[in-house]
């Protein structure tokens, strides 16, 4: 195809111009040609006259016409070719898109002889094709894995949930898994043990991390792709989907000059987003922000940010003893994950400082039980709590294609006598825009907790408060997420099938 955006190939064109006037010369000169037998003469004039440019329009046609892999024509017509003399078309690389390892070496330096044939570079397209999906479509996930003796399944996971994006065969994709991870800094003769490692794509001004973690498996290796969100770091409290009377809470929370804000969750609830939206919210040019994570996810301007090394002995404790002699005002703690880690954030919390931090566990009542379970006392935690939330994400229904909703009459009729306004419920359809799932980007739901002074007063004075956390604690938790998700599926911004799925 030409680079410029004409319907038609303009060599066609020409061709086909010229292809006229050279039939239109032929013509009368076939008559008494002692080529052509006499019979024939009329047959070959019209012919000659129609045939050749009908044969040319069609190329041209065939020829504007591009695949779902955005080959054209002629490019199908190569492969096929290729395909039946058993050899593998060549994906060549039209994306621009780039690989680099941590050191800022190319992928195609680091991977195949040097020399770049044909079997490298069709390896090196696969591998930057299935990375560019991954952007485009924007997962969260890559996964490769062998799925049976001949091939490999690849998958991505979007808005939380997977789907298999193509099938390599296994001769490919253990090609593809090193070049992946020779970008990756990985030791490539290792095929069992797991192994870690990172690697950057960049294209223009912009760049994504991809975190990389392989390991042995039946049939193969396989190799889990995390990208990381670099959009995270422009986020706010709005785009995370809080609505007005939480996000009044949380700034209150945010104001302060100290205690310590908690955030909880399962893997993949958005935790992270949301303590960056937190950090987005605060004033970091008056206020000395120092965050330690693991990875760091996105870049966030005015806040040093400190990347967890297990390696390098890099750990969130002993960052955080440094941080702490560096004089910050707020103190962003990726993961509480063990007791030194938990005692120091919630000491810290409780002498002057703001700590933002999240824990992995389902709801609020579970992380207090959880910090008492670390060794951290009833009575440092009441002091040094001032907001708890949990959270869990909600696929938000794709604005080009929601449908208004279908309800049995005898489900309608039980909204309405909750007093649903039934005409402002939504339900997934699926087009291109959103791949067919119905639905596009997620948002957070929120359980909240205020740590009053009542509540204060009873996690330090009362002995059994893990107890009746665990019972009463637990119920009221369920029934506000509950309530937040139904608000956002009554407002149509979810389906009540997601609303189910999710906290159902
Ligand atoms: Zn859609």
Not at 136 to 158: E, F, G, T
Not at 209 to 225: H, M, T
Not at 262 to 273: A, D, E, I, Y
Request: net charge positive.
């Amino acid at each position: 195809m030409p680079a410029v955006s004409l319907p038609f190939n303009p060599v066609l064109l020409i061709l086909l111009a010229s292809w006229g006037y050279l039939c239109l010369y032929l013509a009368p000169r076939l008559k008494g040609n002692p080529l052509v037998p006499v019979e024939y003469e009329s047959i070959i004039q019209v012919l000659a006259l129609f045939g050749g440019p009908f044969i040319i329009l069609g190329l041209v046609l065939a020829d504007s016409s591009e695949s779902a892999e955005g080959k054209n024509f002629w490019e199908r017509l190569r492969d096929g070719v290729l395909g039946t003399m058993g050899v593998q078309p060549v994906e060549e690389n039209r994306s621009g898109l780039q690989l680099f390892d941590a050191t800022g070496a190319e992928l195609s330096q680091l991977y195949g002889h040097g020399e770049s044939g044909s079997g490298d570079r069709r390896v090196l397209g696969v591998t930057i094709q299935i990375i560019e999906d991954a952007v485009k479509h924007r997962a969260s996930d890559i996964l490769i894995d062998p799925k049976d003796q001949a091939s490999y399944a690849v998958r991505m996971r979007v808005d939380g949930a997977l789907r298999t994006v193509r099938i390599l065969p296994a001769a490919t994709s253990r090609a593809v898994l090193n070049s992946i991870k020779a970008v990756s800094s990985m030791d490539l003769a290792e095929r069992r043990r797991p192994q870690d490692g990172a690697f950057t794509a960049k294209r223009g001004n912009t760049s994504v991390s991809f975190r990389v973690a392989s390991s042995g498996a039946l049939n193969g290796e396989k190799l889990s792709i995390r990208v990381l969100n670099q959009n995270a770091g422009r986020f706010t409290l709005v785009d995370v989907g809080m609505p007005d009377h939480q996000r009044a809470l949380v700034l209150n929370a945010l104001n302060k000059p100290s205690g310590m804000v908690l955030v909880c969750g399962p893997t993949g609830s958005g935790k992270t987003t949301t303590l960056y939206s937190m950090l987005n919210s605060i004033d970091r040019r008056t206020r000395n922000v120092i965050s330690v994570e693991d990875p760091i996810e996105a870049h966030l301007p005015d806040v040093s940010q400190i990347e967890i090394n297990a390696k390098a002995k890099i750990t969130f404790a002993g960052s955080l003893r440094s941080i702490l002699r560096q004089d910050p005002d707020v103190i962003c703690v990726g993961e509480i994950r063990d007791e030194e880690t938990a005692e120091i954030a919630v000491r810290a919390a409780q002498t002057g400082h703001l700590v933002l931090a999240t824990i992995h566990c389902d709801s609020n009542p579970t992380a207090l039980t959880r910090l008492l379970d670390l060794g951290v006392s009833p009575m440092l935690l009441s002091s040094g709590l001032s907001l708890v939330m949990s959270q869990r994400l909600l696929r938000k229904l794709c604005p080009k294609c929601k449908q208004p909703a279908k309800l049995t009459p005898a489900v309608a009729a039980g909204l309405r006598q909750r007093g649903v306004d039934t005409r402002l419920l939504y339900q997934a359809s699926g087009c291109d825009f959103c791949a067919g799932t119905g639905y596009y980007g997620r948002m957070a739901v929120c359980d909240l907790l205020p740590v009053t002074d009542e509540l204060r007063s009873e996690m330090a004075h009362n002995p059994s408060i893990a107890a009746k956390l665990r019972t009463e604690g637990e119920k009221k938790s369920r029934t506000n997420m509950r309530n937040e998700a139904f608000r956002a599926a009554t407002a149509g911004l979810t389906s009540l099938e997601e609303f189910k799925r999710v906290v159902g």
